[in-house]
Structure formats: C-alpha cells, structure tokens
Nanobody, 124 residues
Framework: QVQLVESGGGLAQAGGSLRLSCAAS????????MGWYRQAPGNQRELVAL???????NYVDSVKGRFTISRDNAKNTVSLQMSSLRPEDTAVYYC??????????????????WGQGTQVTVSS
C-alpha cells in the first residue's frame, strides 16, 4: 500500500556533490520519520540521516556538516543533499519512512517501508 521511489545517486569524484530524492506514494494518511540508510559491501545497513515530521534531524557523525536532509510534507518527499563526498560514502542508499496508511476502512502504521536502493559511488 506504500511505495518509496528513489532518484538521484550515481558517480561523483571526491569532494563533489550528489542529491538523492525519494517520493512516497499510496493511500498515505501521514508520514512520521523519513530518512536515508546506506549499505556498503560487506557492511551492515546504517542510518545516515533521519528527519521527523516536525523537521528535527539526526545524522550519523561521519556525515555531519556534509549532508543535509530535508522533506516536503505536502509532497511526501525526502531529499538528501550530499556534499564534500568521500570514497567511504560509496554505498547503496535506501530511502526509509514510517507511514500510516489506509486500507479499506482501516488505518495501519508500518514502520519498515524501504525504497529499492540507489547506488552512490565516489571515486578518489
């Protein structure tokens, strides 16, 4: 009932910038936290940045000051502006959202909604 579709990503040189975007669709009533996780080969998926519906943000220490997360509640979108990229930022990035949606006459809250993932590769 909820789909997350990512766009952006690709290849960048160290020191460069990329922007990721994610749009949520479906019978959405509300979206609580939205964010981005990443997974590099051989590593566990880790939180990169999270933004609450009220706008408060949380970042992993390694991206603080370099990445900025934002959201548009009216459009159900979340973006991640990545600057000063480093080779260690190379990973598959996944959009995440906690969503309350409607199915029939009932409301459901689903906390593990994920996008399909988008590759970010940073060359040195």
């Amino acid at each position: 009932q909820v789909q997350l579709v990512e766009s952006g990503g690709g290849l960048a040189q160290a020191g460069g910038s990329l922007r990721l975007s994610c749009a949520a669709s479906g019978s959405i009533i509300s979206i609580e936290d939205m964010g981005w996780y990443r997974q590099a080969p051989g590593n566990q998926r880790e939180l990169v940045a999270l933004i609450a519906s009220g706008g408060s943000t949380n970042y992993v220490d390694s991206v603080k000051g370099r990445f900025t997360i934002s959201r548009d509640n009216a459009k159900n979108t979340v973006s991640l502006q990545m600057s000063s990229l480093r080779p260690e930022d190379t990973a598959v990035y996944y959009c995440y959202a906690e969503v309350t949606f409607q199915s029939g006459t009932l409301y459901y809250r689903k906390t593990d909604n994920w996008g399909q993932g988008t590759q970010v590769t940073v060359s040195s």
